[in-house]
Each structure stands twice: as C-alpha cells, then as structure tokens.
C-alpha cells in the first residue's frame, strides 16, 4: 500500500482537474483544489466525500498572496504537501493574429498557464526537499509540443514554456527525489470551454479534418487524462522525470 499525501491539484473545479481530484482521492491522499470557482468547489466536497478528504480552497493562481496563505495552512492542517498538480490553464478565449494580441491578453494566458506553475511550485519545494519525496505534475498540451488548434501564440508560448520550466526544473530537483513531469493532451471534450470551441466554432468539415489525424479517431475524456497523471504522482513513476508524456490519441502518429 502506497502512502497516503497531501496533494494540491489547480483548477479543480472542472473538467481535467476535477478528474485528477478524484483520482488522488481514490488512491487515499488528501487533496485540496485550488480555483477561483467557489461554488464548483463547495459542489465538489458533497460529491467527492464518498471518496476522501476534499479540501476547497479559494485561490486565485496570478495572486502570489493567495498561494503562500494557502500552501502555509494546509501544511500546518494536513502536514508537508508532497504531490502538486499545475493543471490550471487555458487560451482564455485568445484566437486571434499575432498583430491583433494585446499586451494585457499575452501576460494573462502567460500569467494563468506558465507563470501560475512557477508559483505555486515555488512554494511547495522547501516542503518536498524537507521530507526528500516529491511529485509534480505540469499540465501542457498539444499547443506547447506542435501548434493549437483552439488557441493563438500566447497559450502555444506559454505551454511550450511550461515544457522548459519542467525539463530544466527536473534537472534541480532530482536530487532530491522530487520528480517533476508534464502531461500533453490533445483535444479532450472536458467541459463546455472545448464543447463551445469543437461545436461552435468549427465546421463539420474541420471536426472530421482534425479526427482523421488521430488515429484513436476521437476526443479525449477527462479520466483518460487524469489516469496519466495519477501514475506520474504514484510511486509507479519514481524513475520517471522530466518527461512529456503525450496523452492526445496518437495525434503524432497522423
Ligand atoms: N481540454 C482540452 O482539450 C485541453 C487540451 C490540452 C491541454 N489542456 C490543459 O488542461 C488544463 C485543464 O483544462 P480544462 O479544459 O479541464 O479546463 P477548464 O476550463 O474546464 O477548467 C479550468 C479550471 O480552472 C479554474 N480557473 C481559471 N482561472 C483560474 C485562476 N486564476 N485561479 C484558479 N483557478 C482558475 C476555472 O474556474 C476552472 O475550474 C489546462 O491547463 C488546459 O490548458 C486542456
């Protein structure tokens, strides 16, 4: 029986994240979500209690404030957090050409995507050296390995730089048996942020398009998502870091 930890996943309240949640609850850890949705959270204590202690945390992942108050009580609540799971992110709705990108739009998908990873990973790592075991998980995606299909340039820059920050983060922490991963997706159906993208604004024509060149020939789910993280915070993965694992239904293959 693996040991039981005390996780952060961010933006818990939806989709992938919710996922992940559930997971590391089911494995017998003590999670507590971070994010901004405070109803989504309350919600997710009733539904999650079957499975474990959910602990709702209203943070807001840009303020560095909200992250420091939060990671100083959970530890002093729950002990050192040893598994963190940088999920939250997204493209903020920012499609448009490059010429077109404010400045305001480019550090907000940075801030929210890349710089939130930073934070909170950088509050976290006294607690994991302490106890000289630790996991972090990096949410990427499709749009930092080749190109976005939903995004513009500032969520493919900032989840391509969520890649160096795991590589060259893997290098420092490894030894101090902390290991750091990322995850990839492709286009997962995780909430209605992607069911607007894929149903609204993409013909039938460009649904199939994108179909054909995955060879699983369809979207992926949130627990599938979730299953590759679960295992790169076990202890199945101790030889596994700094590492991008593709989760995208075999996109690369075309
Ligand atoms: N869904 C996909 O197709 C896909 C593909 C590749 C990568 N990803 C990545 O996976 C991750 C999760 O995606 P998703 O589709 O499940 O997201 P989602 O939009 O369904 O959920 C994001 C969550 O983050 C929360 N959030 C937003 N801003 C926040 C803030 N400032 N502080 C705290 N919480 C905040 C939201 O309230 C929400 O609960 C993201 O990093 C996304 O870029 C998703």
């Known amino acids: 029986m693996s040991e039981k930890r005390t996780a952060i996943v961010t933006g818990a309240a939806k989709g992938i994240g919710k996922a992940v949640v559930g997971k590391l609850l089911s494995r017998g850890h003590t999670v507590a979500g971070f994010d901004v949705d405070e109803q989504g959270l309350q919600e997710m204590v009733s539904e999650m209690s079957h499975l474990g202690v959910f602990i709702p945390a209203r943070v807001d992942v840009s303020s560095e404030a909200d992250i420091e108050a939060s990671v100083q009580s959970l530890q002093e609540q729950f002990g050192p957090i040893t598994i963190v799971v940088n999920n939250v992110g997204g ?10 990108v404010t400045s305001d739009e480019w550090d907000a998908i940075i801030e ?67 290991t750091m991963n990322a995850v990839a997706p492709g286009v997962v159906m995780s909430g209605e942020r992607i069911e607007r993208y894929w149903h609204d604004r993409k013909s039938e024509e460009e649904r199939q398009g994108f179909l054909r060149l995955v060879p699983l020939g369809r979207l992926g789910a949130n627990e599938e998502i ?24 075999g996109f690369w293959v075309g």
Not at 91 to 100: D, P
Not at 152 to 174: C, D
Not at 234 to 244: L, R
């Open 91 to 100: 493209s903020m709705g920012v499609s448009q050409a490059i010429e077109n």
């Open 226 to 249: 979730a299953a590759v993280v679960d295992f790169l915070c076990s202890e199945a993965s101790s030889y596994i870091t700094g590492a991008v694992i593709d989760a995208n239904g």
């Open 112 to 178: 929210l995507n890349l710089k939130s990873t930073f934070l909170v990973t950088r509050q976290v790592i006294p607690l994991m050296k302490e106890a000289q075991w630790g996991r972090i998980v990096n949410m990427t995606s499709i749009a930092g390995r080749g190109r976005s299909y939903f995004g513009g340039t500032p969520y493919a820059a900032a989840k391509a730089g969520i890649i160096g920050f795991t590589r060259q983060g893997s290098r420092e922490l490894g030894a101090h048996g902390i």
